[in-house]
């Protein structure tokens, strides 16, 4: 008896702490902000930051157990921490697949999966742990629960009409934020082209084309091939555009960018990138690439953490945005955090008003720093949502 009754206490010790215990604990050492004092931001900054509409492309947020509404200590994101940052708009995009020992030189498509046990883990539908999908779905179920839930905080985005109720409603209520959903690599097809009206019914606007792996619609940055396009892949394309899905090209390979670049009639965004011109990292295209992505109309949104700028501090994020105005215009320049996707950041959603002041203290123009933090992002979305 006394034994059966250690055994169970053993069996439930190792339960709570796989699934209590060490979800919280792994997002917390996968997505750190550097222990800083506390910004100082001045009258001019926090008056210019608290007038602008701040976008983001890129966050990871929905991968980790934590309910949004509530503000957390740990991670980057959530939505009081959002209000506080006066964060408007932000993409959530999804990661339903990542290569054990993750690297930006190469990764083989075959490798141990760790999203696999992050599901397990944080107790995902059966359905997740084999269907790359319908872990895009999960997340997206996520954002829907949450603006069900939230709806003063959290409204989902999915057209430009939706867009524009968005903006109307946030005049009344500052506290809004807009969320739109996207992919982190069509993998997430599960090499199905049907499941691309399945992830835009569930209001997938934007769709990456890669992760840190070739895939079955061509090679990724960080891939063994450096391929183009396949076939499906083109497939694939031409399907996103008929359904208006904004195409991210980033973590894909040059010659899928190139490919990519020739066939769409739309403009492409690369949603979390540095420039290697500005930091010479495998994590980031050649800036002929960006330049021809921003000539076709596209925007590149940079990131905050030094894989993409070489270095994580508001300064140096302040400087890779001055550079990608520098190369591509100040009309092709957006933000694209990469929060919560597993990145060390010297700032989190709340402190979003540092950015500004450094794009003032580099000497960026009121109207500069508008668009960069949001009104460019703002400007696509009206152009490229479908209605
Ligand atoms: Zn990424």
Known sequence: MKKSYLALTIIGLVLVLFFVVAPPMLDDDQNPVDAHQPYIISPEAAELHSSLIVGDWHADSLLW????????????????????GNMALQMFTTVTKSPSGQNYDTNETDARDNITSLALMQRWPIATWTSLAERALFQADKLHQLAARSPDDLMLITSTTELETFLQRRESNPKLIGGLLGTEGSHALDGDLANIQRLFDRGFRMMSLQHFFDNKLGGSLHGTSGAGLTEFGREAVARMRELEIMIDVSHSSEAV????????????????????????????????????????????AVGYWDGAICGNSPAIVAEAIAYGIDLVGEDHVALGSD???????????????????????????????RKVMGGNMLRFLQANLPD
């Not at 157990?65 to 506080?84: A, E, I, K, S, V």
């Not at 989190?348 to 960026?364: C, F, P, R, Y």
């Open 65 to 84: 157990m934590r309910d949004l509404t509530q503000q957390y200590d740990y991670g980057h994101l959530d939505f009081p921490r959002m209000q506080q």
């Open 339 to 369: 929060f919560d996707g597993t990145v060390t950041t010297s700032f989190d959603g709340s402190e979003m008003a540092v950015v500004t002041q450094h794009l003032l203290n580099i000497g960026l123009r009121e109207e500069q720093i």
């Open 257 to 300: 960018v190139a490919d990519t670049l020739m066939i769409s009639d739309r403009p492409l965004l690369v949603s979390h990138t540095g420039f290697q011109g500005h930091c010479q990292s495998p994590r980031n295209i050649s800036d002929e690439l960006m330049l021809q992505i921003a000539e076709a109309g596209g925007l590149i």
